[in-house]
């Protein structure tokens, strides 16, 4: 029984005019995961996941699949199939064609051939257009076309870059759903590339965010979402308030920031015994736990840090206000909360307020992380 689906271990990619794509890439998958890979674009996903199958040589380290090292291994000989962002259908054939080609040139006897793509398009709910060709598909069946395409020679890993791209934004969320659905029948391990977080963090079981080459953290989406451990993470994912400072103290539980508005604490987001006092630090709180109060109010919970500044601007749509709040000449922020909580109590433009948070919800970060 091999241990995992896929391991990628110290990969490199330099291309031949010296671009180096990607830096030193480790990663552990296991059989039927959905992993995602999110970053700016020009970060090294699409290289990687070209790596991965065998469309891209691998400048250095390993790439195992099953135990079974196919770092050397050409594309055709690799257990993965690849989904590109423009499906890439053949406008000559019709769907079924369409399905039935990867398995041709793998000459699969002709019989074996109609059972599989028979059963795909049943899977895929393709069958009023198996004989249509690629003008006669909406947006959501040229992507299940895609899938189908790539399903049908079984492969052990499918590899998706940005497979959703090219759909507007309602068709992409009902299939984000059914892509999800199908991976968790089918358990065949998923790896999907895309620049938006939003998507990643709701289609993967695990998210790893690149950033010029490099990975920045391998995490689960809430985790991702809620304890970074990196500036670049604190800045990407999610909706955080970032105060920088200097490292003041760093326990296992708790790090302490010297910072221009007093001492913020948060939970490390990094090893014990990696940082030393005075190292560049920051405290990163998600907006979501941040509270806004008229100055020295009471918060709703017990234990509380946080910061004063006043409100510039105050918003309401709907039920939700938003609130934009100068902490000083070098630092604004803007927050959600619910009309309900500031209506009436004083919170408008000019006025003082507090915004508050629960230190165990708060990570520290280090800049040079
Ligand atoms: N064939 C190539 N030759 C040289 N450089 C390339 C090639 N393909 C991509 N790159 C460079 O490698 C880096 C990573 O690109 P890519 O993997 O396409 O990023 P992403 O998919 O995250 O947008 C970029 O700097 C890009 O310009
Ligand atoms: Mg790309």
New binding site residues.
């Given amino acids: 029984m091999h241990t995992h689906d896929l391991e990628l271990v110290n990969v490199r990619k330099v291309?031949p005019?010296g671009?180096v794509?990607v830096h030193g890439f480790d990663l552990k998958v296991e059989k039927g995961e959905f992993v995602s890979f999110v970053?700016p674009?020009?970060?090294?996903?699409?290289?990687t996941l070209r790596m991965i199958a065998g469309l891209e040589d691998i400048t250095s380290g390993d790439l195992l699949i099953r135990d079974r090292n196919f770092t050397r291994v050409p594309a055709e000989q690799r257990p993965t199939a690849t989904i590109f962002q423009n499906y890439a259908i053949f406008p000559h054939m019709t769907v079924r064609q369409n399905i039935a080609f990867g398995l041709e040139v793998r000459r699969v006897a002709p019989r074996e051939i109609r059972r599989r793509v028979d059963a795909i398009i049943g899977k895929l709910d393709l069958g009023a257009v198996a004989d249509a060709k690629e003008r006669g598909l909406s947006g959501g069946q040229k992507q299940r076309v895609a899938l189908a395409r790539g399903l049908v020679t079984e492969p052990d890993i499918l590899l998706l870059d940005e497979p959703l791209g090219a759909l507007d934004a309602n068709l992409r969320k009902s299939i984000q759903e059914e892509l999800k659905l199908l991976q968790r029948e089918l358990g065949v391990t998923f790896i999907f590339v895309t620049h938006a977080q939003s998507e990643a963090l709701s289609m993967g079981d695990r998210v790893v965010v690149m950033n010029a080459g490099r990975v920045e953290q391998i995490s689960d989406p809430f985790t991702l979402y809620t304890r970074p451990r990196t500036p670049f993470v604190a800045r990407f994912i999610g909706r955080n308030k970032i105060i920088e400072g200097e490292l003041a103290e760093a326990g296992p539980a708790r790090a302490v920031v010297r910072t221009r508005f007093g001492a913020l604490s948060g939970a490390p987001g990094f090893d014990a015994g990696t940082a030393a006092p005075g190292a560049q630090a920051m405290v990163v709180a998600p907006s979501e736990y941040v509270e806004v109060l008229p100055q020295g109010a009471a918060p709703e919970h017990g234990e509380t840090e946080g910061v004063s500044g006043v409100v510039t601007a105050l918003d309401a749509v709907g039920h939700v206000a938003y609130v934009s709040v100068r902490l000083d000449d070098a630092l604004s922020v803007r927050l959600e909360t619910y009309r309900e909580k500031i209506e009436g109590r004083g919170v408008g433009p000019g006025a003082q307020v507090d915004l508050r948070w629960r230190p165990d919800r708060a990570t520290v970060v280090l800049a040079a992380a």
Avoid: E, H, Q, R
């Fill in positions: 291309y005019g671009t794509a970053g674009s020009g970060c090294g996903k699409t290289t």
